[in-house]
């Protein structure tokens, strides 16, 4: 049996609402039979869905340890009463999220279920869109991933046809990603292209630069172009010609223009007086342009989309619009 004191801020919703976020395994036919058979009281008496809580109530759950289980990541989605899923655009096929920043794409070595995919798998089992029963092994997942503190467009497969079709895309470069980032200073040329070879250190979860090719090192291609500048801020736009971890982070700072907030490949007392401690960078375009055969994903030849509300260009740069 486990027991939850009610406070103020709980009271004044109803039980049923309660329940569908402290316990979301919990279904609400079972709700409702676990009631009838007071299995679940308030103040150890038989209550209703609809009693609205109050300060100083207690909820009695008498209840199998199953539904109070640490969720595993591939099925935290049951966990999830109330998606956080921002949608740019969806169809049978995929799933654009806008991804905000400080949350995970997967679960990280910091654990915790609490992740986009678990989301947008909520999202989609509660829209009815994905019937896990009956979708044998398959389940909603993503084509590409963002960091932690990186917020923007995220790409999710709906049916396994896309997600095979959208991974060899992206591994053909057939999709154009375009950032959106805010640096410290103005980078000269205003605009141009970074290309040298990145090498990553798994142990400190940093990239180093290297202008010849070094045994583990990628080639690491960016475009960037300068949008605006105030004071001693400017509004970048930078296009991933390769995908490489950090890529965007290290190529600006390599050009004596870090990135606002960065602290990994920045310097914190440049961010201190702006109070931002996560990097200004933004997913904001995504525009799909096969050169192959896509086959049931055909219709996206030629389509970009974009996020239109970034909330460090309004605050950096009100004047510009996107």
Known sequence: MKEYHITSNDSGQRLNKFLGKTVPLLSGGQ????????????NGKRTEASYKLIAGDVVQLYLNDSYFDAPQEE????????????????????????????????????????????????????????????????APALCNRIDRNTGGIVIAAKTAEALRILNDRIKSRELEKRYLCVVHGRPQPAEGLIENYLRRDETRKQVTLHSTRVPGAKTARTRYRTLASSGRLSLVECELLTGRTHQIRAHMASIGCPLLGDGKYGVNERNRPYGEFGQALYAYSLSFHFQTDAGALSYLDGKTFTVQDVPFVQKYFPEYHL
């Open 75 to 138: 099925d935290a989605y049951r966990h999830i009463s109330h998606p956080r899923v921002r949608v740019v655009y969806e169809d049978s096929h995929i799933l654009l999220a806008d991804k905000a920043p400080g949350m995970v794409v997967h679960a990280d070595e910091r654990g915790g279920t609490d992740t986009l995919i678990a989301h947008i798998q909520a999202y989609l089992y509660q829209s009815g869109a994905w019937e896990p029963s009956a979708a044998a092994s398959f």
């Open 31 to 42: 709700m409702h039979k676990y009631l009838r058979l007071k299995r679940i009281k308030i």
